[in-house]
């Protein structure tokens, strides 16, 4: 048989693992769920060790014992930007503080954007910083928890942390490196050495490679634990929505991934660095390569907060929400139930649905939150143009495109084709292919997917929609001082 890879992404809610052959053929895959927790509103962590850690060894020692070949090349994407402080060992000091629906570091944006200069900061970086930024998470570690600070000497993130104690290499990737304003410049793909030197002190960064180089080979006592062969290379990974794009083949300038998944995510392969003040401007996963990307921040967990108020399965909910007209029979929804990312930068907006009456039902409401998904994206894929990306193909990933109706809903808004790929399966379908590059076991070139269907806009709903999207852009400006003062009552 031919070698094999092993793909491992770790997600919000579960970690996804496959075992496929050099071809591209999925062979086997598993999948562990995990909990996220919020100990306070705005924050969001994970325990590395009980969930990025445990969930990796799982699906290691599970897919593993199903190879019925060599298991050729290992990799790992996770959830990101992620700042985990650890220290010389890679032991956890705390749990790590997740990506821009963790929002506790708004002071500290403001505060290192004043220090550093607006726009300095846009010229270096790409973009502004965010709740999405790593740079000001380490600022509020610094300030807000001196102990742990003071034994950081480690940096990681989900996928870097488990490549530590898989291989003892301390790295990190560019385009993950890149979504930690304003560290780092997608420009010169490097270090900006001032800043770091001015937030990060003594502590050692560490080294930047391209995703599919190997970061190192698993060690003796990582063999015993997983069950895989020493020596066996790892690939240095990345942050999941981009290994998902190179999933379906989305790696070429002006193709556009869209991942429905907890969050929505737009990535957009660029054959430079492009300046993006409000969305993310990062390197790609493979050398030579960059990206214009930008993400909300509650999409699918929206639908599933609907399900568990409601006590209503997707199934029945997409049902009724089918019976519904489009536009929601005059419901508009925000979605900024996490704050926002992009395009607005807000961690403080809040949901908002409008022009409720006495007769709307469930599915109404929730065909109102699939449609607000569709305005988010317009809204951030608009943005992406107006920054210099051309668009020319769209393609849908992730659970949410296994259902008819919600794809067709994106479609209508946004006015586009999106191709639905053969292998639906996400990240860790990508990061079988990055292990298999750094394997040595395929070229840089290589595409295992292609297009299974496609979903084309229907031209009834497009003046309806376009409308109503004027709407969505009218009602953020119109009530953010009134969320933005819940925002601050909801943390008392």
Not at 76 to 82: E, F, M, T
Not at 304 to 333: F, H, R, V
Not at 356 to 376: C, M
Request: glycine share 10%; hydrophobic share 40%; aromatic share 8%.
């Amino acid at each position: 048989m031919a070698d094999l890879v092993i793909g491992i992404d770790i997600g919000t809610g579960s970690t996804k693992g496959v075992l496929s052959d050099t071809k591209g053929n999925v062979l086997y895959s598993e999948v562990v769920r995990h909990e996220t927790a919020f100990p306070k509103p705005g924050w969001a962590e994970h325990d590395a060790d009980a969930v990025w850690w445990s969930d990796v060894v799982k699906i290691c020692r599970e897919l593993a014992t199903r190879a019925k070949g060599d298991v050729a090349g290992l990799c790992i994407s996770g959830i990101g930007p992620v700042f985990l402080a650890a220290d010389e060992r890679g032991t956890p000091l705390r749990n790590a503080i997740l990506y821009g629906v963790d929002t506790r570091s708004s002071k500290e944006i403001d505060e290192l954007t004043e220090r550093y200069g607006e726009e300095t900061v846009l010229k270096k970086c790409g973009n502004g910083m965010t709740s999405q930024s790593v740079g000001p998470k380490i600022e509020w570690v610094k300030r807000n928890e001196p102990e742990v600070w003071a034994k950081t000497r480690r940096f990681l993130m989900a996928h870097t942390y488990c490549v530590f104690h898989l291989t003892g290499e301390y790295v990190l990737d560019h385009l993950a490196a890149s979504m930690c304003e304003p560290l780092y410049s997608p420009f010169t793909n490097d270090w900006v050495d001032e800043w770091v030197e001015d937030i990060c002190g003594d502590l050692p960064m560490p080294r930047l490679m391209w995703s599919n180089e190997v970061a190192g080979h698993i060690t003796d006592n990582a063999a015993r634990i997983t069950g895989l062969r020493p020596g066996t290379p790892v690939a240095v990974g990345s942050v999941d929505a981009f290994v998902e794009a190179l999933s379906v083949g989305v790696r070429q300038p002006g193709q556009v991934m869209l991942m429905y998944g907890s969050t929505m995510v737009a990535v957009q392969i660029s054959d430079r660095a492009l300046e993006g003040p409000s969305l993310w401007s990062c390197a790609g996963l493979l050398e030579g390569t960059s990206n214009l990307s930008g993400g909300m921040s509650t999409t699918g967990s929206l639908t599933t907060w609907i399900s568990e108020l409601t006590g209503l399965g997707y199934d029945e909910l997409s049902e009724l929400a089918a019976q519904s007209k489009p536009g929601s029979n005059g419901l508009i929804m925000l979605p900024y139930f996490s704050g926002e990312r992009t395009p607005i930068a807000d961690p403080d907006a809040r949901g908002l649905l409008a022009g409720l009456n006495l007769t709307h039902k469930q599915g109404d409401i929730y065909r109102s939150a699939l449609e607000a998904t569709g305005f988010g994206s317009r809204h951030l894929l608009e943005t992406i143009r107006k920054c210099g990306g051309q668009a020319t193909e769209y393609w849908a990933v992730g659970g949410g495109t296994t259902g008819g109706l919600w794809p067709q809903i994106m479609s209508d808004i946004i006015g586009i084709k999106q191709y639905i790929p053969e292998v639906t399966i996400g990240a860790s379908y990508g990061d079988a292919l990055l292990a298999a590059m750094a394997a040595g076991c395929v070229d840089e070139t290589t595409v295992w997917n292609r297009a299974e269907r496609e979903i084309v806009p229907n031209e009834d709903n497009l003046e309806l929609y376009s409308e109503m999207f004027q709407t969505y852009l009218d009602l953020y400006p119109a009530t953010a001082p009134m969320s933005h003062k819940l925002a601050d009552i909801q943390r008392r």
